[in-house]
């Protein structure tokens, strides 16, 4: 099954989808933020063009645990989401997403033009990856 994911920013928000055996996310795309309905409608369609089974949406915790202003917002783009779509949407954690992206992108040894871009899509990538890492199931549990 496919699982799309979206780091949703004040901007932009990056879209991220996994293989079809929900091992590996890759970059799909990044989308400007217009509206929640609008952004939801297209998250939506994107979701079903690419097969999608599940919609993993990041969301941000202050360092109590609490979901920070940025993860409220997100919770009510995945509710918003939800209302376009019959399939399963859940919020995951994306801590550090972003900051891994940067670093990520550093590693790679872009040129200094490449580095300024935005990292919205990497970022969303390596929230999707969590996920997955996350619920991978181990070799005895496949074997069931």
């Not at 079903?48 to 940025?70: K, L, R, T, W, Y």
């Not at 790679?108 to 996920?131: E, I």
């Amino acid at each position: 099954m496919r699982i799309l994911a979206v780091d949703p920013g004040e901007k932009r928000i990056g879209i991220a989808l996994s293989d079809p055996t929900a091992t590996i996310a890759s970059r799909l795309t990044v989308i400007d933020h217009i509206s929640r309905a609008i952004d939801a409608a297209v998250i939506a369609g994107m979701a079903a063009e690419h097969q999608a089974g599940m919609i993993v949406v990041g969301q941000a915790f202050d360092d109590d645990g609490n979901p920070s202003s940025q993860g409220r917002r997100a919770a009510r783009l995945a509710e918003a989401i939800r209302c376009q779509t019959s399939l399963s949407v859940q919020l995951w954690d994306e801590s550090s997403t972003t900051q891994t992206a940067h670093l990520a992108r550093q590693e790679m040894g872009l040129s200094r033009r490449a580095k300024r871009q935005p990292v919205d899509d990497l970022a969303a990538v390596v929230l999707l990856q969590s996920y997955l890492e996350a619920h991978r199931k181990s070799p005895e549990e496949q074997a069931t």
